[in-house]
C-alpha cells in the first residue's frame, strides 16, 4: 500500500519551468534530439538540421519562356510594320518549346503569335514587323537560383514550395531533426475508452485522443497507450515500458493528492521528480520529472487542466527537441464586458470569447472550471492574468492570445446572455 502523495511545493509557473528546464539540461533534453536524412516527398513540415545549399543552377541552362522562335537580337533591328524582315528558319529562326534551351548564338525568343510563316525560294521564313531586345522571353540559367546558393536555412520548417526549392536545386533528400517520439499513458479505474456504452461512474478516455493531436500538431510521432486502472505497480510498469523507446511520456491523472494518485510515486522511484504542484489556473496538480534520461510528466485528469497545461508546458519543449521556437500567437487588444477576480498567487489563464462591437472588441469571460473542455471550445482567446494580480474590472482593456483567427473574430456576433440553443443554430448556419 502506497502512501497517499501531497504536493511538494506549490510553485510559480516560471520556478516550476526553470526547476524542470534544469533537469531536462542535464539530459541533453533541452536541444535537438537527433538529425535523420528523408526522402523530399517525406520531408513537408520537418525542420532541416543542416542548411541546405543549391548544387546546381536552376534553371541550368538558358530556357525558352515561350512556344515561338530563337533568334539573335541584332538580326531584329530594324523590323517594323511598314518594313518587315524576313528570317531563315533553321539558320536565323529556331523553333522552340517553352523550356527548351535556346540554341547556341541566340540571346532571345519571339512568341509564334508575332511571327507569319513564309515560304519564299524553296526556303521557310518567319516574317516580323518588330525588332526585339536581347534576353526577352527567355530565363537565363540561374533566374531562379544559382548553384552555391543558400535554398533554405537550417533550423527551418519546411513547406510545399521549399521542397520544391530543394528538388530543384539537385537534391533528392534533406537532413532535419528526428520527431520526438510521445507516449501518453491514461489512467483510472473509472475510465472506458471512446465508443464503450457508459453506465454512472464511467468517465470517456477522451483526453489521450487531445493530447496526443497537441503533440501531433507539435510535430511529434504519438502513442496513445490503453487504460491503465489505479494500481501501482500496473502504472508504473507500463511507464517504465513507454520510457524504453519513447522521448516523453505523459501519464494523465493521478496527479492530485487522491488516496489513488500516484504519479508522483511512480516518477519519483523511476527518476527524479522536480515539480509536484504549480501556482495556475486552470492545471494545479502538474507534475514535472526525468527517468531514464527521458522527460515524463503526470498531466491532470480533468480535461481544460490538461490540455492548457500540455499547452503551456509540454509543447514548448517538443518543439524545442526540433529545433524550433515555440510559434507565438498573435495578440488583440479588448475590452472586458464583466468583472473578473483572480486567485492571488496564481497565474490565471482565462477562457474568453471575442466579438467586435462598434470599432471595439469585447472579450466575454467564460464559465467553466477545469473539467470543462467546452470552455476551450467555445475560447476565442486566453487572457493571462498574472499570479499576484487580484482580477479586473469590467470596462478594462486586456491582451488577449488569440485561439482563432482575428478574421473571424471580426465576424463574430456578440451575444451575452442565457443560453440559447436557438443561437447555436444561427451561429451554425453563419458560418457555412
Not at 216 to 222: D, P, S
Request: aromatic share 4%; proline share 7%; hydrophobic share 45%.
Amino acid at each position: 500500500m502506497h502512501e497517499r502523495n501531497i504536493y511538494l511545493h506549490d510553485v510559480a509557473l516560471d520556478e516550476a519551468l526553470a526547476n524542470w528546464h534544469e533537469a531536462l539540461e542535464v539530459h541533453g533534453l533541452l536541444q535537438p534530439l537527433g538529425v535523420e536524412t528523408i526522402p523530399l516527398a517525406e520531408a513537408l513540415g520537418r525542420v532541416t538540421a543542416e542548411p541546405v545549399w543549391a548544387k546546381i543552377s536552376s534553371p541550368h541552362y538558358h530556357a525558352a519562356a515561350m512556344d515561338g522562335y530563337a533568334v539573335r537580337s541584332e538580326d531584329t533591328r530594324g523590323a517594323t510594320e511598314t518594313s518587315p524582315l524576313l528570317l531563315r528558319v533553321g539558320e536565323q529562326a529556331f523553333p522552340v518549346d517553352t523550356g527548351d534551351p535556346l540554341p547556341p548564338q541566340t540571346n532571345a525568343v519571339i512568341m509564334i503569335e508575332h511571327t507569319q510563316p513564309v515560304q519564299q525560294g524553296g526556303a521557310a521564313f518567319i516574317e516580323i514587323m518588330a525588332s526585339i531586345a536581347p534576353w526577352t522571353h527567355v530565363r537565363p540559367m540561374g533566374e531562379d537560383m544559382v548553384a552555391t546558393e543558400l535554398v533554405v536555412p537550417a533550423h527551418h520548417r519546411l513547406r510545399p514550395q521549399d521542397l520544391g526549392a530543394i528538388a530543384g536545386s539537385g537534391h533528392t533528400h534533406v537532413t532535419v531533426f528526428r520527431r520526438p517520439k510521445v507516449a501518453i499513458q491514461p489512467t483510472g479505474t473509472e475510465l472506458v475508452p471512446v465508443g464503450t456504452p457508459v453506465k454512472p461512474g464511467d468517465i470517456i478516455e477522451y483526453n489521450s485522443l487531445m493530447l496526443g493531436a497537441q503533440a501531433e500538431e507539435a510535430g511529434c510521432l504519438v502513442t496513445r497507450l490503453p487504460i491503465v486502472a489505479d494500481d501501482y505497480d500496473a502504472i508504473k510498469a507500463a511507464v517504465a515500458a513507454a520510457l524504453e523507446d519513447h522521448d516523453l511520456v505523459a501519464i494523465n491523472a493521478g496527479s492530485s493528492a487522491g488516496s489513488e494518485d500516484f504519479t508522483s510515486a511512480i516518477v519519483q522511484e523511476l527518476g527524479e521528480l522536480r515539480v509536484h504542484g504549480i501556482a495556475i489556473r486552470p492545471g494545479h496538480p502538474v507534475i514535472l520529472g526525468v527517468a531514464r534520461g527521458k522527460a515524463l510528466v503526470g498531466i491532470p485528469g480533468y480535461p481544460a487542466s490538461a490540455a492548457m497545461t500540455f499547452d503551456r508546458i509540454v509543447a514548448p519543449v517538443l518543439h524545442r527537441w526540433q529545433g524550433l521556437q515555440p510559434p507565438e500567437r498573435e495578440t488583440l487588444e479588448a475590452t472586458l464586458t464583466r468583472k473578473v477576480l483572480s486567485p492571488m498567487g496564481e497565474d490565471h489563464f482565462l477562457r474568453v470569447t471575442l466579438g467586435k462591437v462598434g470599432e471595439r472588441v469585447v472579450a466575454t469571460p467564460l464559465a467553466g472550471g477545469a473539467g470543462v473542455l467546452m470552455s476551450l471550445v467555445k475560447a476565442d482567446g486566453i487572457v493571462h492574468i498574472p499570479r499576484f494580480s487580484e482580477g479586473h474590472q469590467a470596462g478594462e482593456k486586456v491582451q488577449v492570445e488569440l485561439l482563432r483567427p482575428r478574421s473571424v473574430v471580426e465576424r463574430t456576433i456578440v451575444a451575452i446572455g442565457s443560453h440559447d440553443m436557438t443561437l447555436d443554430v444561427l451561429a451554425d448556419r453563419l458560418r457555412r
